[in-house]
């Protein structure tokens, strides 16, 4: 029976990008990214322990713990998580603190804009990091994903399926969005978190990792924040990511790499010695 490799599997070039340690930046910039939607914040500030530094790493962990079964589970395990968190927003409402309208945490619109800020900052990182992609890979990312936000309750057909799709995307949100005071009370915990005495290490490195982070949002999005999105911070950031990335890889893959993210390379490896056997076998 063929081994089943969930949504995306070997060849993708979804495993190729993820298993990076490098994109752990990625991650961080995607939840201050999708802060600046106002209903995207307020509906989950509202409904969790965001702003209670005390359960906020547990609610971190659950989000990591989600994207690894999304990325390197199997369809069983992908479908489990995806009807528990559909289900979880099903029930969920904000209040737009602007005009005191209900709207449902699951909005179409309120889950492409949480969709998209990954998609973006996954690949952002990875291709100023200097991951190998090339165009056609960087679209294909694009377009694997849609599997992704089919697993929250989009249709993917709504989903950019292209780099070009996504340009146009946060152009037209662009109108629509602003710096809340809470996505502004989460920059600053950023620089400043409460972490659990065993990850006081973190606490230490916040402020490094937050301006790395901060640097590499769009011009707009720190704007929208503030702070100076100015071309230097940008080539900065670049250059930071670079080094990261070719650090990391210095290390020995077993101990660079997750277990997940080793298997997903030893079956990309053989899957593509399986492609070599068969094309000189015929």
Known sequence: MAEDYGLFGPGSVTWRVMGEPVLAVGGVRALVLQALHPHSMWGTAQNSELMDPRAAWARLGRTVEFVRVRTWGTTEEVDRVGRRIRKLHSKLRGVDLRTGEVFPVDDPENLLWVHMGEVDSYLDIAVRAGVPLGRADRDRFVDEQRRAA?????????????????????????????????????????????????????????????????????????????????????????????????????????????PDARRARRLTREHAADAVTWGLAS
């Open 150 to 258: 089919a697993v929250v309750g989009l249709d993917p057909d709504d989903v950019p399926a292209s780099v070009a799709d996504m340009r146009d995307y946060y152009a037209d949100m662009r109108r629509q969005i602003w710096a809340c005071e809470e996505a502004k009370e989460g920059m600053r915990r950023l620089f400043n978190p409460a972490v659990p005495r065993q990850l006081l290490p973190l606490k230490l490195a916040a402020p490094a990792l937050g301006l790395l982070v901060v640097s590499t949002l769009p011009r707009w999005a720190r704007r929208m924040y503030g702070l100076p999105g100015l071309p230097t911070s940008d080539l900065a950031a670049t250059l930071t990511l670079k080094g990261l990335y070719r650090t990391t890889h210095v290390i020995p893959e077993r101990f660079r790499y997750t």
